[in-house]
């Protein structure tokens, strides 16, 4: 099992920018994936960004395409989550999440760890 911590949110205003942090703890892995989620109040926990163990490879959402940047600090089991240009649509509760699965990674059932997640609100 991992253990995720996440750090780094807060209220910034429109076209700011926060970079949130993901530490790792417990059995981990570099060549786990890691995942980053967000949901909105009365929504669905959403996709935002993932990598895979090596870092290699990364998938970003569309909605946040040029703007959120995912990379990742194997030597510190730690994942970040870039975000620019923020705007107020970006507000919900953000979610680390671990995987041993190589495929699906934009899926929040690839997943089977799940950090307790950080508020990010974004006023216009």
């Known amino acids: 099992q991992v253990q995720l911590v996440e750090s780094g949110g807060g209220l910034v205003q429109a076209g700011g920018s926060l970079r949130l942090s993901c530490a790792a703890s417990?059995?981990?892995?570099?060549?786990?994936?890691r995942g980053w989620f967000r949901q909105a109040p009365g929504k669905e926990r959403e996709f935002v960004a993932a990598t895979s163990g090596s870092g290699g490879t990364k998938y970003t959402a569309d909605s946040v395409k040029g703007r959120f940047t995912i990379s990742r600090d194997n030597a510190k089991n730690t994942v970040y989550l870039q975000m620019n240009s923020l705007k107020p649509e970006d507000t919900a509760v953000y979610y680390c999440?671990?995987?041993?699965?190589?495929?699906?990674?934009w899926g929040r059932g690839s997943y089977d760890s799940w950090g307790q997640g950080t508020q990010v609100t974004v006023s216009s």
């Open positions: 999440a671990a995987t041993g699965q190589t495929q699906g990674l």
């Open positions: 417990g059995r981990t892995f570099s060549s786990y994936a």
